[in-house]
DNA sequence: GCAAAAGTGTTCTCAATACACCCATGA
DNA sequence: TCATGGGTGTATTGAGAACACTTTTGC
């Protein structure tokens, strides 16, 4: 088996780094994404390492812990002004980071002294983000050599507690579909009523009802009727929305 | 002005203790109580200062971030049971603990280094409770003289973001009201549809008619219906219910 | 004309609302 | 017998579900 290098010199300077973030702290992103009718996160895989994982981070000691999050994003994803809402902390005792954290570094031949900070308990600030697919720009960190998207319904072997974490934030996502009006966040400015009713149908799990649905949301008054969308395809052209 | 003495040693002690607690980790604990048709919070009052807080701690290094909130819990009202949510996280840079902390101290005239824990940045998790306020037995901390239930409609001045952290914690509890039915957990054992309907109204605010609430519960299937309860009162007895 | 998908109309059902009425209780 | 609050009956309303139908588009 052949590793992939690591650069190693940004491996040591984050190891080293502990004292810049504040303890015991990080935060876990759970990015979702809509394309091709499935909903996706955005997950990287460590280098070396059959297991994927959430983008995460942690809070500068002068960092509000918002801002924290819209950086982790942003070093992921390249977007500013992300859609974002905390949903809970995960604080187990069990978490098992560190175990994670051996392998890691082993299978990438890092020393690291037994005290250094990356063994310590931490207490995760759960997020989740909502962005338009086509606008993200995926960038892989220091210990990952992937970061994709995965479909929700085929995801890989996650590291520390992520899968408990991004079911968490599903059953965030779909109780505030409704009460919130999220969804929106995870489409491009202008859509079809069919790619909106097919992001519901998507999150929720469940088939809506096609004419239903659509008077639905008309009758919200949250949508502006533009222009038809011809697509070349045999049958009436759709109405492009946008958001209010 | 007399000042109330504090118990010094447990004082220093507290102050000393730092090491024993996940660093910039706190917990805050809005715990709701229901008497005489209104709604309160469990509030200490500072010793020597007219300011109140809610009760909280630090998460011990190898306890559950629940476990700690039970234990707080158990400190300030004698009970164990109790029902608890995690509601949200509180990590502004500028949540303004540390001069509160200075206040707090420079009154009682404690001595404490300007390194001490104490001044450190916290990012608190915010939990809040419901209890059956007669089963209660407010104990005051260290730090206040009093401990008592204050009445949302009437709150003093708090510390910290304590007034914040409070309106998030009734805004969840009112959300939680109808889809996960947390209120019975306000309640004694057993009690009439009238106490559940005040109850209800008192917590959302808004009046709700009579009749229709009794048909509405009982046809959740949740309640059993037990004896009747004469109460001397110059009316039909009303019926006693549980929650099953 | 035809298939495919978009858009709208109409009925039905059920739960929430609003109103009315009867019942038990103690003074 | 009366006032008071508890309990139930019933008509009305409105939102959502289920059904059908018309319209537009490219072949």
């Known amino acids: 088996m052949t590793l992939m290098d690591i650069d190693i010199e940004k491996a040591l300077h984050y190891l080293q780094s502990g004292d810049k973030y504040l303890p015991n702290l990080s935060l876990d992103c759970v990015i979702f994404g809509f394309h091709h009718n499935q909903l996706k996160v955005l997950l990287l895989k460590f280098k070396n390492l059959d297991f994927w994982a959430l983008p995460g981070g942690h809070i500068l000691k002068d960092e509000d812990i918002e801002v924290a999050a819209l950086r982790v994003l942003a070093e992921r994803t390249g977007l500013t002004n992300i859609f974002l809402e905390q949903f809970s902390v995960f604080g187990n005792l069990h978490r098992e980071v560190k175990s ?45 050599e992937v970061c994709d998207w995965v479909s929700l319904a085929d995801l890989p072997e996650l590291a520390f507690d992520h899968s408990e974490i991004i079911q968490k934030a599903l059953e965030t996502l779909r109780a505030s579909l409704d009460k919130k009006l999220v969804g929106f966040n995870l489409l491009p400015t202008t859509f079809t009523m069919s790619e909106l009713h097919k992001l519901y149908e998507t999150i929720l799990g469940t088939p809506l009802r096609r004419n239903n649905f659509q008077r639905k949301m008309l009758s919200l008054g949250i949508l502006e009727r533009l222009e038809k969308k011809f697509t070349g395809a045999a049958n009436k052209a759709p109405y492009l929305y946008k958001f209010k």
């Not at 037994?114 to 720009?137: E, H, M, P, T």
């Open 100 to 144: 994670f954290m051996h392998k890691v570094l082993e299978i990438n031949q890092l020393q690291a002294p037994l005290d250094c900070w990356l063994f310590q308990r931490f207490v995760s600030i759960g997020y989740y983000a909502l962005v338009d697919f086509s606008k993200v720009n995926p960038q892989p960190d220091t210990f990952s």
